[in-house]
């Protein structure tokens, strides 16, 4: 196993790439995938090979794999089946590290496109090489400054990495995460995995010093037992969230035109893989924002959570999602509802969720999530609230009223009082948080977007969080977290 994962760390962080065929013609693959190694900016070298041509992107090219000078550390194909034979045998000669396959028209079509599968990769484990596909979208390190996808997507350097069978599902995850500005480490699309199995894939991250969070994308492992132990021993060292595709008749008839993976029991498999510590989540926006905050939030103690809110019908809609996911909403300490009926009006909600019916002001919104945060009662805690101040910030802008000579006073308050409000209702969600190692969910869907203004995104993200868009995918989120804490608190118990 430690030859294996030099060689997979060496395929990771390389110092030469070869793409075969690439390309000078902007549509095709062989284009992008060069393109984005040197858009990306890669610092080792490249090497285009191509029958045709000199040079490429102003790189020289090469005829063949065998005619690089050196060795090479990665090679990438993106040749059609046809011409498959000469690429194989060329990387079995020149003994890369790691093969990525992008084409596709193989296992995923039919019975003689899985024989041709297995053939080669039965010639490059001979080799000792490892390989990710066929039928895949590439692969990234950004650690490393390699881009060899064909997606033009540049990740700034974080915590998390994405192991998918499907190129734009992981497209998806990291595409949203590079706007919201959240940071990665690792893109791995092993398409049809013929090659190197997605169990020893997941081992490398589980090892790997540069990934702190593992995100699965999955249709089905070739060998399922293998797959589920290397998912117990990695959830016990790092989270791993799993977002499983052809789960009923016709996803799984999708899945075996897609990837050709064996759906197998999906149930057994789900119930399997929960058993062994992963957080599964069943859509696209949940596998996003679970492994966000595994990556930003600390860990909660247990699931006793607080629900702050500016207006009411956002903590029964939290407190709905809270109770249906197990979560529990304890009443408010004595002490707690004391000091908080002291700084509140009389409309507010004496109760879990605080609802503050709009009462109380920016003051009564922060130090209301700083009175129950800093309670013991209390494992997490979700703040609806921030953002509202951007619809004032936008009619101070606009509105004919406002612009009116004799408001001008009015407005410039408006426009000052607004842009602050959200910074310091962010800070104090942030400083609370990291004070006290207890997570604090932020949700408002006037601020879950960055854009002109919102200060209070701003600030959460400079420490890798993010505003949930809704009080339901706040609670989803917490809800990961919690499972994530009983799993590892069952473990020292074991």
């Given at each position: 196993m430690g030859d294996k994962m030099a060689g997979l760390r060496r395929m990771f962080y390389p110092e030469s790439v070869a793409v075969i065929g690439a390309s000078a013609n902007p549509q095709k693959w062989g284009f992008g995938i060069l393109h984005n190694l040197i858009q990306g900016g890669f610092a080792g070298r490249i090497y285009p090979i191509n029958l045709n041509r000199e040079e490429i992107l102003g790189v020289r090219c090469y005829k063949s794999l065998t005619e690089v000078p050196g060795p090479v550390?990665?090679?990438?194909?993106?040749?059609?089946?046809?011409?498959l034979e000469q690429a194989i045998a060329d990387c079995v000669k020149k003994k890369p590290a790691g093969v990525v396959m992008i084409t596709a028209g193989m296992g995923e079509v039919d019975e003689a496109g899985k024989r041709k599968e297995s053939e080669i990769a039965s010639r490059l484990r001979a080799a000792g090489i490892e390989g990710l596909g066929p039928n895949c979208q590439g692969m990234m390190c950004v650690q490393s400054r390699l881009y060899a996808q064909y997606v033009w997507l540049y990740g700034k350097p974080g915590r998390i990495s994405l192991l998918a069978q499907s190129g734009n599902v992981g497209s998806s995850i990291l595409g949203r995460g590079i706007w919201h500005g959240i940071g990665f480490s690792k893109f791995i699309?092993?398409?049809?995995?013929?090659?190197?199995?997605?169990?020893?894939?997941?081992?490398?991250?589980?090892?790997?010093?540069d990934t702190g969070v593992i995100a699965i994308y999955i249709e089905g492992p070739r060998d399922g037992r293998?797959?589920?132990?290397?998912?117990s021993w990695?959830?016990?060292?790092?989270?791993?969230?799993?977002l499983k595709g052809g789960v009923n008749e016709a996803g799984t008839r999708a899945v075996s035109s897609h990837t050709g993976a064996m759906a197998g029991s999906n149930q057994v498999f789900l119930a399997a893989a929960r058993q062994a510590g992963a957080v599964v989540v069943s859509d696209l926006d949940d596998f996003y924002y679970a492994v966000v905050s595994f990556a930003g939030q600390p860990l909660p103690k247990g699931n006793k959570i607080g629900i702050v809110t500016w207006g009411g019908g956002w903590g029964v809609l939290a407190a709905d999602e809270c109770g249906r996911l197990?979560?529990?909403?304890?009443?408010?300490?004595?002490?707690?509802?004391?000091?908080l009926g002291e700084m509140l009006s009389y409309r507010w909600s004496r109760n879990n969720p605080v609802d503050l019916a709009t009462s109380g002001g920016n003051r009564g919104?922060?130090?209301?999530?700083?009175?129950?945060?800093r309670n013991p009662a209390f494992d997490g805690v979700i703040h609806i609230g921030i953002g509202m101040h951007l619809g004032a910030l936008k009619m101070a802008e606009e509105s004919f009223y406002m612009k009116q000579p004799e408001q001008e006073g009015l407005r410039k308050l408006w426009l000052e009082g607004s842009k602050k409000a959200d910074e310091i209702i962010a800070r104090k969600a942030l400083e609370i948080s990291v004070e006290l190692n207890k997570p604090v969910l932020v949700a408002s869907d006037m601020a879950a977007s960055p854009g002109p203004g919102n200060i209070g995104w701003e600030v959460l993200n400079e420490s890798g969080r993010l505003i949930y868009p809704t009080p339901n995918v706040a609670a989803r989120a917490m809800s990961c977290l919690v499972r994530y804490r009983a799993f590892l608190d069952r473990g020292k118990t074991d």
């Open positions: 550390d990665l090679v990438v194909v993106v040749v059609p089946p046809e011409n699309n092993y398409g049809n995995e013929a090659f190197t199995p997605v169990h020893e894939l997941l081992d490398f991250l589980t090892e790997d010093p293998a797959f589920l132990k290397s998912l990695a959830a016990a060292r790092k989270p791993v969230v799993i197990g979560l529990e909403l304890p009443p408010l300490p004595e002490q707690l509802a004391r000091e919104l922060i130090k209301s999530l700083e009175f129950v945060a």
